[in-house]
């Protein structure tokens, strides 16, 4: 199954308002529009009569508008020429729907699953778009280990002289990649402590799995004492999409949410969205900092001396060349454990 054929993350909804927007998924321009009775237009963009960008058009009684002789298409790609009113033509349509406050694309001729989301009792604090210059596979080896926490993040992970009694665990299936780390917490400031309701002796807990169509994350954050039987009052469950923008760079769209146990609507999360919005996008910018400084953008493993957290790589390029692009020839890049050490 190539790329296009997953649904994608390409725009937040709040980014598509009445002009059309061009965005680039894998590879391919393509050009955003909302067309009739909330239908979301996806064509490549580029128009059939003589190739102009058509994200440069305008959008007229629901119609695209092509800016250089006026022909219009409808969301389905429907083309009409104000100067040929008989002549037929197609633009290359994508399928597009809205949810969960983002416009999602992909191929017209494919039938793969819509990723499900598991958020009840979960309240939604933000959705963010980020882009790194870097291979899909190196962003997301960046987002599925902790070991570069104490050094990269400020909030989320694992102090550096307690990096050593760090627990990690893989759990694979088929078609998923689950880790799991246990450890000391980072110091964290005393009014964070308080609103999320973390106690001294709590450890981090970060629970993940990663599934490949299309590629995406779901994070689970909280904090407990080391037996799990208490637990921060708030905990987070994130749904990061990486969405290859080109084979140079990648787009990581968050879906972010809380589960409170505060009484109170959204767990009195509501108040405190503007900070948990600020603190998550300052975090993943440290993480497209790093990304964007990588010197070598070849995405195989071999080559690199890998940790003990570093296992995942290897599942993840497996599972992304089999199920994201559909090559038959699996793990073609090396060996899972190769160049571990412990
Ligand atoms: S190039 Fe689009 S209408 Fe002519
Ligand atoms: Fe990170």
């Known amino acids: ?51 102009m960008r058509l994200s440069m058009g305008k959008v007229v009684q629901h119609r695209l508008q092509c800016m250089y002789h006026g022909w219009s298409f409808d969301c389905h790609g429907g083309g009409e020429s104000p100067a040929t009113p008989k002549l037929y033509a197609q633009a290359v349509k994508f399928d597009a729907m809205e949810k969960h406050g983002a416009v999602w694309v992909k191929s017209a001729d494919s039938n793969p699953a819509f990723p499900a989301f598991d958020i009840d009792g979960y309240y939604n604090v933000c959705n963010l778009h980020h882009r790194a210059r870097a291979p899909l596979e190196l962003t997301l080896d960046n987002f599925c280990e902790i070991e570069h926490t104490p050094t990269t993040h400020d909030f989320f992970g694992y102090p550096l002289d307690k990096m050593h009694e760090v627990a990690v665990e893989f759990q694979t299936t088929d078609t998923s990649v689950r880790v799991i780390n246990q450890g000391p917490s980072k110091k964290i400031n005393w009014f964070l402590r308080l609103l999320l309701g973390i106690r001294r002796r709590y450890q981090f807990m970060d629970d993940w799995t990663t599934y490949f169509s299309p590629v995406y994350s779901v994070y689970d954050h909280w904090w407990a004492d080391p037996t799990g039987q208490k637990a ?82 290897g599942l993840n390029r497996e599972r992304i060349d089999r199920i994201y692009r559909g090559e038959a020839k699996a793990a073609s890049k090396g060996p899972v454990s190769a160049g571990v050490s412990s």
């Open 1 to 51: 199954m190539p790329a296009l054929d997953h649904w994608h993350p390409v725009l937040l909804s709040r980014d598509l308002k009445q002009a059309p927007v061009g965005v680039r998924l894998a590879g391919h321009d393509i050009v955003l529009f909302r067309g009739e009775r909330s239908c979301i237009g996806a064509l490549a963009d580029n128009c059939p009569h003589r190739h």
């Open 232 to 313: 921060s009052m708030v905990r987070w469950r994130l749904y990061i999409f990486f969405t290859p923008v080109d084979e140079q760079e990648t787009a990581i769209t968050t879906f972010a949410f809380t589960k409170s146990r505060y009484p109170g609507p959204a767990g009195c999360m509501r108040l405190f969205k503007w900070l948990m919005r600020r603190k998550l996008n300052h975090e993943i910018n440290l993480d497209v900092r790093i990304l964007e400084n990588l010197t070598d953008m070849n995405t195989s493993i071999e080559g690199m001396k890998l940790s003990r957290f570093d296992k995942v790589l």
